[in-house]
């Protein structure tokens, strides 16, 4: 093994957390069952690092071997960068036909001609999934394993979720999908987020989009204060309405976790106790960013419970019914 990937290794291994490495290892196809036996998963994770790297040098293991381990554990751990999600256009006849055979092949045949030094590898996971890692050189220098590019395509979908991708290498990876895919092209859908599953789920609609028309109605006191029936009968349909509404934007059951929503304004100012802003001749400009650890279920929340206004705003529905989380706002609109 040679200098670099022992550095390979030495990151994987720190970034691995120690309960699931021996769950990993034990994926990896490289070690005999000796191997696996002598490690000992109780030790300091230098020392079991130093093991391991022994016995990949008894082995003969090389930095191919390696990219396989990180690729399992990333694939079972998938949350560890920001995803992008893109939306190839303008399929050609033959593209629902694609097999995974040809488009391995015909993935590494567009990019090799593209890039000279480049590593690629694909696998194909459980869930039908393509998994596709990329390190990248250039014509002088070899592929650089520490920052690669992860790729997730469902074939027979024109959707691709891209990690780890630079400005300087994206439009070669765009090219070598599209081509590969048979497709005319691919656009950013302005989806983003550490949780690939849920920006996935959301981008490809596999959420429930089933909205009710019934729904449990609040549970009732034990010694209820006598109330106006009439007040009673208004204030329940008000609940009713507002879960409805609050279901058709935002979905029912379980949501994907999306973690955040992005406006970017570009408007022109509008306050008349501002002159000096309102006249100006170029846009106002500023960010309004929601957070949350599960936006979707709190915005429902807050329609729902009556702390936002009915009925909700497209700029807020438009995240699960465009598939964004990223939006430009003029005055010409979204």
């Not at 995803?83 to 629902?96: K, M, S, V, Y």
């Not at 691919?186 to 849920?198: E, F, P, V």
């Not at 501002?274 to 949350?292: D, H």
Request: charged share 25%; hydrophobic share 35%.
């Amino acid at each position: 093994m040679d200098d670099s990937t022992k550095r390979l290794l030495q990151r994987l291994m720190r970034r691995i957390p120690s309960q699931m490495l021996q769950t990993i290892l034990d994926k990896w196809a490289h070690l005999s069952r000796e191997d696996l036996h002598s490690l000992d998963f109780t030790q300091p994770k230098w020392v079991l690092t130093e093991h391991l790297l022994a016995l990949c040098e008894e082995n003969g293991l090389r930095v191919k071997h390696i990219t396989e381990l990180e690729m399992i554990y990333i694939i079972e751990n998938p949350n560890q960068g920001m995803w992008h999600g893109f939306q190839l256009l303008d399929a050609e006849e033959d593209a629902p036909s694609i097999e995974l055979t040809q488009f391995k092949e015909q993935f590494k045949a567009n990019l090799t001609e593209l890039i000279s030094h480049v590593s690629i590898k694909i696998k194909k996971h459980t869930d039908e999934a393509i998994w596709i890692r990329v390190a990248w050189g250039d014509n002088f220098t070899k592929p650089y394993h520490l920052k690669p590019t992860y790729v997730v395509h469902h074939l027979q979908t024109p959707y691709v979720f891209v990690t780890g991708v630079t400005s300087k290498h994206k439009p070669l990876l765009n090219q070598a999908l599209v081509l590969a895919t048979r497709y005319s092209s691919m656009k950013d859908a302005h989806l983003s987020g550490r949780n690939l599953t849920a920006i996935r789920d959301l981008l490809m609609r596999q959420y429930q989009q089933v909205f009710p028309t019934k729904h449990p109605k609040p549970l009732q006191e034990k010694n209820p204060v006598p109330r106006n029936p009439n007040i009673e009968k208004e204030q329940a349909e008000n609940t009713e309405n507002r879960l409805q509404m609050a279901c058709e934007a935002f979905g029912d059951g379980t949501l994907p976790q999306l973690q955040k929503a992005v406006y970017k304004l570009e408007t022109k100012f509008r306050d008349n106790s501002n002159k000096t802003l309102t006249g100006r001749e170029e846009p106002f400009r500023g960010v309004v960013e929601f957070a949350s650890t599960n936006l979707l279920e709190s915005l429902r929340h807050c329609v729902s419970s009556g702390m936002a206004s009915t009925p909700v705003t497209p700029l807020l529905s438009s995240i699960t019914q465009k598939g964004r989380n990223y939006f430009v706002i003029t005055d010409k609109g979204v």
